[in-house]
Structure formats: C-alpha cells, structure tokens
Nanobody
Framework: QEQLVESGGGSVEAGGSLRLSCAAS????????VAWFRQAPGKGREGVAA???????NYRDSVKGRFTISQDKDKSNLYLQMNSLKAEDAGMYYC????????????????????WGQGIQVSVSS
C-alpha cells in the first residue's frame, strides 16, 4: 500500500531555511510523479514544486530560486529545501504522488495526484 509521510516542518524567521522530507513506501513501480503542495489558512492547495516521472523539475514562480526539490535515486525520499523563506510561504505542506501520465502543464493540478501525505506545518515569522 502506497504511503507518504512528511517530516521536517517547524517555525523559522523570515529569511531562514527549512528542509522538508517525505518518506515514500509501497509504490509498485518507479514510474510516478511527485510534488509538494501547500495550503495557507482560508486558501486553496497550491503546487510548489514537482518532479515528473521522467525527472523534469517544475517550480511555482514565486519559489523559483529559493526552493529546491530533490529525490533519492531509489525514490524512497522526496525533499524540499526552502531558503529565504517569506511570511507568504507559511502553511501546511503536503507531499503527493501519482503513477504514470504525461502531465505537462497539469503537474500542479491536485486532481491528478492519488496519494497524499498527512501534511506538515511550516510557520514563518516576520
């Protein structure tokens, strides 16, 4: 059974850094896309960064140059290195995964992801 478990969240001052991790287990194929999403209170869930099944990296414009998504070679762990954090980066962060597909511009659509972690809180104080 596929499972995703996030860790590494917490509180940081604006300008600081955090590294989120997501442990993936139970996937029956290595051909799947992964992503980080976030949701601030009262707002919708938005895609932050993603790696598609062939390794293409995708970033939300507002985090380009500050966030880096990476993955272990065996895909057992997904990471999100967040630098120069801003107050608007705060929220609940979720890792997500889905098998197959050529998602293209849909890589940040929540509807394409079948598996989700429980979420982890990131707080940024200004």
């Amino acid at each position: 059974q596929e499972q995703l478990v996030e860790s590494g969240g917490g509180s940081v001052e604006a300008g600081g850094s955090l590294r989120l991790s997501c442990a993936a287990s139970g996937f029956t194929s290595s051909s799947y896309s992964v992503a980080w999403f976030r949701q601030a209170p009262g707002k919708g869930r938005e895609g932050v960064a993603a790696i598609d099944r062939v390794g293409t990296l995708n970033y939300r414009d507002s985090v380009k140059g500050r966030f880096t998504i990476s993955q272990d070679k065996d895909k057992s762990n997904l990471y999100l290195q967040m630098n120069s954090l801003k107050a608007e980066d705060a929220g609940m962060y979720y890792c997500a995964a889905t098998y197959g597909g050529k998602w293209g511009s849909r890589i940040f659509f929540t509807s394409i992801y079948k598996y989700w972690g429980q979420g982890i809180q990131v707080s940024v104080s200004s």
